[in-house]
């Protein structure tokens, strides 16, 4: 029996370029192997570095310095360095969309970090929501340690901030005096649209930090990130760091495969994972449109999914389940783990054709959970 598996964000296997990598490694291994015996500190990786920079760079249209850029194992430690660099262990808060990515919320609340949760809609979070929060926290005589935020085909809504929103963001932690993290981990996957700037394009101040990701649109298991901040902020961060630095080995390969930039690689995987939006989005249509509401990401791999709250989800999870049908919950995504309507679909590497199968037996699952066969009351995500 077919397992349609929609619960975990992982890039597409079907286009990994496993020829190009090999020769990437092979030259790799050819140019470095006398570094490979060493230990090469905070930064890592000079080319990976160089590669990095001209990459944002060429994407954001402003200068970056490859000396305020450093590699991580991941964009995951680059978001909990970023915590423990920026806490102090006096009311440590840290500002969130009320929904994001469920390993930032486990790594906040696990360093101790409080996090509160700023309402959102299709277009990120509301700022009016945020200036509210923040002016309530000021009367208190309490300050938020940072702003954290997915702007870009978030984690796990889909939602991407427009332009003004984002300006407006930056302008509120810039009048508040505090540090804006833009976690940009999947910005290459990108489908349709304009792009919209970074805020370190927008703006110059040292309280800018951002952080990237090669695992969203190359792979996962490279564990490879980016941080980028300028100092003194850079330093404070990585100065968190005990790990002698990232992996060198597979910056080195990395390297290699993205000698002649990140481009090519992209034209050939944001087509077919497009695809595979556009697949799950007319299943959706031709099966719950009369129930559910949900997003159409215009990049990444996750699309948000709006029940009717008379769906029983320990019931709708057994049922899918046992149909080895498989989502996740929007339970973990909150930032107070609250019971929400809501179910994240990833669709990166699901084939095309468990896909088509697969959005019926869900589609059949949430109709056996309702207490009831009525209309959906809602027209919005939100």
Known sequence: MNIYDFAVGQTNPETFPVEAFKQASIRAIENEHEMFNKYHGSLGHTRLRELMAE?????????VDVNQLAITNGSMQSVTLVGQALMDGNDDIVITEEFTYSGTIAAYKGIGLNM???????????????????AELK???????FIYSLTTYQNPTGANMPLDRKKELIDISTRYDIPLVEDNCYGDVHFEGDKVPCAFALDDSP??????????ILAPGVRLG???????????????????GSNYFASAVVAE?????????????????????????????????????????????????????DVDIKKLTKIANENNFYFANGKGFHVDYKDVPYIRLAFGHVQDHLIEEGIPVLADAI????????????????
Not at 367 to 382: G, I, M
């Open 55 to 63: 990459r944002e760079s060429k994407r954001e249209g402003v200068p």
């Open 116 to 134: 509160i949760g700023i309402q959102m809609d299709e277009y990120g979070m509301r700022m009016d929501c945020l200036e509210s929060k923040l």
């Open 139 to 145: 009367q208190q005589g309490r300050k938020p340690k």
């Open 207 to 216: 309280n800018q930090i951002y952080i990237g990701s090669l695992s969203k």
């Open 226 to 244: 980016y941080l980028l901040a300028r100092e003194p902020m850079l330093n404070k961060i990585v100065s968190k760091r005990f790990d002698a």
């Open 257 to 309: 495969f993205y000698r002649d930039g990140i481009e090519a690689h992209c034209d050939v995987t944001n087509p077919v994972l497009k695809h595979k939006r556009d697949l799950l989005v007319a299943g959706l249509e031709n099966t719950l449109a009369d129930i559910c509401v949900w997003s159409v990401p215009v990049g990444g791999l996750f699309l948000w999914l709006r029940m009717p709250d």
């Open 367 to 382: 109709k056996q959970a309702r207490t009831s066969n009525e209309h959906r009351a809602f027209d919005s995500l939100y």
